[in-house]
């Protein structure tokens, strides 16, 4: 993901956060529709000054925000000590040491509070009885149970018993950690369309994927080599006209490791089965 956002992109997304259309941005503002069109474009850069006065106005920002020159859109003059930050924080945030995008996301996303919640449930040890009660419980019924009847420890309830006891680290770690997972995967969806996100399917899955289909192609070994070779030198198999074809048997019927049948009696030659159903340049 982006770290900072362009100026289009700024544009565009709070555009896109009200649901309007280029045309209805226009008739709100009075700016044209293929003005705004061209601000949102990645490339565009000759933004009117007065197109970025009535924007930040239109939406309610800052026109510094709008020129990216903050990334406060409502907030441009905030008193530093209403933030109640550490100095050690504010030093962290002025060094650019951290991606400010991704973190404000991390930070306003609705999971967030519970996260900080369980987090200080596990730092104040608010819970930490309450998980030595139940345990102290369980133990005890699990000794009784013991002394009583001697039923070996591999027994069901017995292990039961010892199993559902946990410690405060094993259940904290599980609970922050699903927390935090439920946060990332929102704000990693939210992003699979950035420019910046790795595709969902990698260039190595797709050029395997077009061996497979090479090497299972219904037909004769020599094609198969062949369309396993164009693969190799991205040339499209489909696209060789016969005679083209034909030129490249020869051609590769020259290799020593190549080997092509010499008697076609009772078959179809290799080139008169090529492309076969397909239509030929």
Not at 42 to 68: H, N, Q, T
Not at 238 to 256: H, N, P, Q, Y
């Amino acid at each position: 993901m982006y770290v900072k956002l362009t100026i289009p992109e700024r544009l565009k997304d709070l555009r896109v956060e009200r649901g309007l259309t280029l045309e209805q941005l226009a008739e709100e503002t009075g700016i044209s529709k293929s003005a705004l069109g061209k601000y949102e474009a990645d490339d565009y850069k000759d933004i009117s000054p007065l197109s970025i006065a009535e924007l930040a106005k239109f939406y309610g920002v800052s026109a510094d925000y709008l020129m990216g020159l903050t990334e406060t859109k409502n907030h441009p003059n905030a008193e530093l000590h209403d933030l109640h930050l550490s100095d050690e924080m504010i030093e962290l945030l002025k060094s650019g040491k951290l991606n400010h995008r991704l973190l404000c996301e991390l930070v306003t996303h609705e999971g967030f509070q519970r996260l900080l919640v369980d987090a200080e449930i596990y730092v104040d040890r608010i819970a930490d009885m309450r998980i030595q009660d139940m345990n102290t419980v369980l133990e005890a019924t699990r000794q009784q149970i013991i002394r009583e009847y001697d039923p070996g420890a591999n027994d069901l309830h017995l292990r039961t018993l010892e199993l559902a006891q946990i410690t405060e680290d094993d259940f904290f770690n599980h609970v922050v950690h699903e927390d935090m997972d439920g946060i990332l995967h929102d704000i990693r969806d939210a992003h699979r369309k950035d420019k910046t996100t790795s595709e969902e399917e990698t260039p190595a899955q797709e050029i395997a994927q077009k061996l497979e289909e090479a090497l299972t192609f219904e037909g004769s070994p020599q094609e198969q080599q062949i369309r396993s070779l164009m693969l190799g030198l991205g040339i499209d198999y489909g696209s060789l006209t016969k005679e083209e074809f034909v030129t490249l048997v020869g051609i590769l019927g020259r290799a020593d490791t190549w080997k092509i049948q010499q008697n076609m009696r009772g078959k179809t030659p290799l080139y008169q089965t090529h492309g076969k159903g397909k239509r030929h340049k």
